[in-house]
C-alpha cells in the first residue's frame, strides 16, 4: 500500500474524522473507501456512443460487402 499526504482545511478535517468515528471506521478507511466510491471500476469501460447507429439489423456483419457495395454505387 502506499502513503500519501493531502492537504485538508479543519472543517473537512474534522467532518471526515467525525464520520469515521461514527462507522466506526480509521480515517484511512474511510478515506479510501470515499475514493474508490468517486473513481470508476478500473476493470469497466464506459462507452457513451456504443450502439448510437444501432439500426435493428443482426445480419449486417454477413452483409458488409452487399452494403458496402450498394453505397460505393450510389
Same mark, same amino acid.
Given at each position: 500500500?502506499?502513503?500519501?499526504? *493531502? ?8 467532518? *471526515?474524522?467525525?464520520?469515521?468515528? #461514527? ?22 469501460? #464506459? ?12 445480419? *449486417? ?5 452487399? *452494403? ?7
Amino acid at each position: 500500500m502506499k502513503r500519501t499526504t *493531502i492537504k485538508l482545511p479543519d472543517d473537512l478535517d474534522g467532518r *471526515i474524522r467525525h464520520e469515521a468515528a #461514527r462507522r466506526d471506521m480509521t480515517v484511512s478507511d474511510w478515506t479510501r473507501e470515499a475514493l474508490a466510491a468517486h473513481l470508476p471500476n478500473a476493470g469497466a469501460r #464506459r462507452f457513451g456512443a456504443a450502439g448510437a447507429g444501432r439500426s435493428g439489423r443482426s445480419d *449486417i456483419s454477413e452483409r458488409v460487402e452487399e *452494403i458496402l457495395r450498394g453505397e460505393w454505387d450510389r
